[in-house]
C-alpha cells in the first residue's frame, strides 16, 4: 500500500498492519458508520434483499479468492462447499438444538474439514486437472445431500429455524442486514489479516511458482491443505448464514453454476486482492439485477415465445459477455484500474 510522504513502516510487523495512518482510521470509521446508517434511510425490503445476499456472496468470494487468487489452487466448487456450511448448521440447529451462534463456526469448521478431504489431489494435481477434481467435489458433495434423505431430507429440503438473539429475532430484512454486514465485516477483516501475514507469503510463493517455495523451504503440503481449509472455512460460514436466513436448505440452491459465478467475481474483481472480491461482487451483481429487472421484461416483450425463459437466459448471457470482455480487455480486474486511479490522484499534478 502506498503510504502518505513521511509516514514509514521501521520494520516487518508494521508494514503488515491494515490500517496505519490516522486518516486510513478516520475513513474506516466513516465507513463503518455509514454502513450501519444505511437501512436507517433505505427502507426498501427488496433492495436490503439484494444487499444481503451479496455480503453472503461475498464471505464466499473471499475464501475463493485466498484459494485462487493467493495460492494458485482453481477450485469450481465453492458452492458446494457451501452447500456443506448450510446442511451442517441447520442439522447443529435442527437436531441439536444449538444456537445459531455455536451453529455458525461449527459450519465453517465442518466445511473446512471436507475440504481438506478434497484438497489433497492438489498436492499431485495442477490447472485443468485440478479443476476437474474440483469439479468432482461439486457433484460428489451434491450427490450425498440428495441421497442421504434421512439426514438432509433430500429433495424435500431441510427446514431451518430463525436465528434470535436475546429479544431480538431476525426475521426482517432490516434485522438480518445488520447480522450479514456484521459478520461479513469481520469475515473480511480475517482474510484481510490471513493474506497479509506468513499465511499470507507462502501462499503467493507458492501460486507464483511451487519449485521455488519448496526450496524456500515452505511446504507445499501444510499450506495447499491451509488454503483448502481458509477457503472452505469461508465457504461454511456463508452457508451457514445463507441457511438460517433463508430458512430452508435444498440442494438446488447449490448449482455448479454458482460455483462457476462466484469464480467469475473474482476474475472481474480481480484476483489476488483483498477489495478485488468486493468489486467482482458488486459488479455482477448490479449487473445480474439490471438485466433481469430491466432488459428481461422488454425482451419478453419482444419476443413473446421465450416466455418465462427470457430473465435466466440474461443473466447467463451478460455474465458471459462479462468474463470474456474482462478477460480480453482488462484481464487483472477492475481493483486494477481502481489502483490507477488513486495513484493518479496521489500524484496529482506530478502525474
Known amino acids: 500500500m502506498t503510504l502518505p510522504c513521511g509516514i514509514y513502516s521501521t520494520d516487518y510487523s508494521k508494514d503488515t498492519f491494515i490500517i496505519k495512518t490516522k486518516t486510513q ?44 487468487g493467493y495460492c494458485g489452487q482453481i477450485s469450481i466448487a465453492q458452492s458446494a462447499f457451501m452447500a456443506v456450511g448450510a446442511y451442517a448448521s441447520g442439522l447443529l440447529a435442527v437436531k441439536l438444538s444449538l444456537p445459531f451462534w455455536i451453529c455458525l463456526p461449527g459450519a465453517g469448521l465442518i466445511a473446512g474439514v471436507v475440504g481438506l478431504g478434497f484438497g489433497l489431489p492438489s498436492l499431485r494435481l495442477k490447472g485443468f486437472y485440478l479443476v476437474m477434481a474440483s469439479l468432482a467435489a461439486q457433484f460428489i458433495i451434491i450427490f450425498f445431500a440428495i441421497h442421504l434423505v434421512t439426514v438432509t431430507g433430500g429433495t424435500s429440503g431441510l427446514k431451518v429455524p430463525v436465528p434470535h438473539l436475546s429479544f431480538i429475532v431476525f426475521e426482517s430484512e432490516r434485522s438480518w442486514y445488520f447480522l450479514i454486514i456484521i459478520i461479513t465485516c ?15 507469503r507462502a501462499f503467493i510463493a507458492i501460486r507464483d511458482n511451487e519449485l521455488a517455495a519448496e526450496s524456500m523451504g515452505i511446504s507445499l503440503f501444510h499450506y495447499k491443505l491451509l488454503a483448502f481449509f481458509i477457503g472452505c472455512f469461508f465457504a461454511g460460514i456463508a452457508g451457514s448464514i445463507w441457511a438460517h436466513y433463508i430458512n430452508f436448505v435444498h440442494p438446488e440452491q447449490f448449482s455448479l453454476m454458482d460455483s462457476i459465478w462466484q469464480l467469475g467475481m473474482i476474475i472481474v474483481g480481480g484476483m489476488g486482492s483483498i477489495t478485488g472480491p468486493i468489486f467482482g461482487v458488486l459488479f455482477l451483481k448490479g449487473l445480474e439485477i439490471i438485466a433481469t429487472d430491466f432488459f428481461s421484461p422488454w425482451i419478453a416483450n ?18 458471459g459477455l462479462a468474463i470474456v470482455s474482462f478477460l480480453i480487455f482488462e484481464p487483472r480486474g477492475i481493483i486494477h484500474q481502481w489502483k490507477m486511479l488513486k495513484n493518479y490522484y496521489q500524484r496529482w499534478p506530478f502525474t
Open 302 to 319: 419482444l419476443f413473446p415465445s421465450l416466455g418465462a425463459t427470457a430473465p435466466q437466459a440474461m443473466g447467463q448471457i451478460v455474465f
Open 25 to 68: 482510521w478516520a475513513l474506516a470509521i466513516i465507513f463503518i458508520f455509514l454502513l450501519f446508517m444505511f437501512p436507517l434511510y433505505v427502507t426498501s425490503e427488496y433492495f436490503l434483499n439484494i444487499i444481503n445476499m451479496a455480503c453472503i456472496t461475498l464471505v464466499s468470494v473471499s475464501g475463493l479468492n485466498i484459494l485462487t
Open 186 to 200: 469481520i469475515m473480511v477483516f480475517i482474510s484481510t489479516g490471513v493474506v497479509r501475514g506468513k499465511f499470507g
